[in-house]
């Protein structure tokens, strides 16, 4: 198991994570934000979706799932549509300019990735995939778990009549 101060330097290096995440974020069209993207990828990756479904997976109040659909469907990249079982929601679904621009995003963050990770070798590539798919499945799927707090511990379970300890008091009388 790593010490201590292996897991402070891994805190650390996640951390510093978030300048690949910047970097990847300006590569992005100027009128599709990473949150933008990420919708688009979701409903790349998992299909047709309730917007209450997308809401879990990004795990963010529905205001600004709502937000990010009214901003994709207004480019034309996705379009809302009403929930046969529930007219009330809506399902969300990419559009042919909307696979379009997942097409195009994904082009760009290849480029970004092959250009700084030029001097990788194909398995120091696929060791860092293997990885973060580990420390991934480690902590679980994060955008979908609900953290509770724990429940209260079980009553202990009743302890049989021949194992009491008998009491000194005398068992109230009927009247």
Known sequence: ???????EE????LSAVGAVKRDLGRILPPDCSAGSAGV?????RHGDMRMSALSELLAVDMSVTS???AHLADRGWIERSPDPADKRSRILH???????????LSRRST??????LGDWTDA???????????LRA????????????PAPPAPPPPVPVSEQTPTTRTPAQAT
Do not use: K, N, W
């Open 124 to 134: 120091e590539v696929g060791r860092l995939i293997a990885l973060l798919t580990r």
């Open 67 to 69: 937000r990010h659909a």
């Open 94 to 104: 990419l559009t042919p300019e909307g696979h379009a621009m997942l097409v195009e």
């Open 40 to 44: 688009l990828a979701l409903l790349g």
């Open 111 to 116: 480029e970004l990735l092959a250009e700084r």
């Open 1 to 7: 198991m790593a010490g201590q101060a292996q897991y």
């Open 10 to 13: 891994l805190a650390r290096q």
């Open 138 to 149: 480690s902590f679980g799927d994060c955008r979908t778990v609900t953290h509770r707090p």
